[in-house]
């Protein structure tokens, strides 16, 4: 890090919410998140200087491209501040986000608003799967299944077959951990839902077959939400602390950080790493860039970590990449339960975008969200004992675009 980037709070939505059935727009979930924010941390809106918007399909679902004009429209005093809107697919949040921390890196700002948002809700679940389907290589995949997503990671379970071998029932019991672990999350879409001990099984009717081996509880959820988050300098974080009777080591900084990516197609990133126990050398890259950058020299030098969880598959391989167990025994952390709560190495204690909830744009800016929580000990049912080092690891596409933060205090 060429210098240090604090993140002094924020505020997410109620994942739950649908918010065209409660006849608001895009517009407003963006302004009530950007309050929330504002509200929850006492920053004035006066002391924002660069806004950054993380968002993937707002054009397909709401017609509304220009994010970044919205801070203008919630407050006057925001009217001349530079904005900008960011894309990478799932990883739009976390792109958001690096974008705001080289601004504060080079002393351009001090203190960065960044909102990431998606509105999902408003569509049929055909129509949105094909929205969403735009981080594909429109043309050249997933052109034979009506839904894109759930056949390409259907794939990916398939080439862990093919190179390791995979037992679907771990793939169960993260679907299974997730789920218990957003029903504590009061802002978790999943907190109400009702289970059966046969939903997580080979049951076609509790957990029926959407592609291949992927099954309805493996998949993450279609979401309407939006997370924020203040990015700040030393000097505007020793000040935020003057002021609030905190002293600078209480707020979380940013450690370190990782940002790789790779062909847009699945079939040339396996093509590239054919012979090789990772999958997605690259994955693998972006933690080891993220460790190296925080001081750490082992990912269990770390808490917890907040993964990318869009199917079952995607923590699975989270596992292994990021060096909790060698590569293809991902199983291993999820039987000896390493990854609950009560684990040395909890994964996704918010319920991660299984049973918490996926709104795209938001998603990265919520995972460092949830960590600045957790180190602060302000996690509420969701907290991890001890917590004072966490990462998160975003991805967009079928890992085309991968990003992993690493906060912590002191």
């Not at 190179?163 to 218990?180: E, P, V």
Request: proline fraction near 4%; aromatic fraction near 8%.
């Amino acid at each position: 890090m060429s210098a240090p980037v604090y993140v002094l709070g924020g505020a997410q939505t109620d994942f739950a919410r649908n918010w065209a059935r409660e006849g608001l727009s895009i517009y407003d979930m963006f302004r009530e998140t950007l309050d929330s924010a504002l509200t929850k941390t006492g920053i004035s809106p006066e002391q924002i200087e660069v806004g950054h918007v993380g968002n993937f399909v707002g054009d397909l679902f709401t017609g509304q491209g220009l994010i970044g004009g919205f801070f203008a429209e919630a407050y006057p005093e925001l009217a001349s501040i530079p904005t900008s809107r960011h894309e990478a697919a799932c990883a739009s949040g976390s792109i958001a986000l690096l974008s705001a921390m080289r601004d504060i890196e080079a002393g351009h700002y001090d203190l960065a608003s960044v909102l990431g948002l998606e509105f999902m809700r408003n569509v049929d679940g055909r129509t949105g799967a094909e929205y969403l389907g735009a981080a594909t290589w429109k043309g050249m995949e997933a052109t034979h299944c009506d839904f894109p997503w759930p056949y390409m990671f259907n794939q990916i379970i398939d080439e862990y077959d093919a190179r390791h071998g995979i037992d679907c029932d771990h793939l169960k019991t993260i679907a299974k951990i997730n789920f218990d672990n957003g029903r504590r999350n009061p802002n978790a879409q999943s907190r109400n839902w009702q289970f059966q001990p046969q939903s997580y099984t080979d049951d076609d009717q509790y957990n029926p077959v959407i592609e291949g081996r992927v099954r309805k509880m493996d998949c993450g959820q279609i979401t309407d939400g939006a997370a924020c988050v203040f990015l700040a300098s030393e000097k505007a974080a020793r000040d935020y602390a003057a002021e609030n009777g905190l002293k600078l080591e209480d707020i979380p900084r940013i450690k370190g950080w990782g940002h790789r990516s790779a062909p847009i197609s699945l079939d040339s990133k396996l093509a590239l790493s054919a012979g090789n126990p990772m999958l997605f050398p690259h994955v693998k890259q972006i933690m080891t860039d993220a460790l190296g950058r925080a001081g750490f020299a082992d990912v269990t030098d770390l808490d917890g970590l907040e993964t990318h969880d869009c199917f079952t598959i995607t923590e699975y391989m989270a596992i292994d990449h990021i060096g909790l167990t060698a590569p293809g025994e991902s199983w291993k952390a999820i039987a000896e339960g390493r990854i609950s709560m009560d684990g040395d190495f909890p994964i996704n204690a918010s319920g991660g975008l299984i049973g918490l909830g996926h709104p795209v744009g938001a998603t990265g800016i919520r995972m460092l969200l949830d960590c600045a929580n957790q180190v602060t000990g302000r996690a509420g049912p969701c907290q991890i004992k001890n917590a004072e080092n966490m990462a998160t690891f975003n991805l967009g596409g079928s890992t085309t675009t991968c990003v992993s933060l690493i906060l912590g205090v002191n």
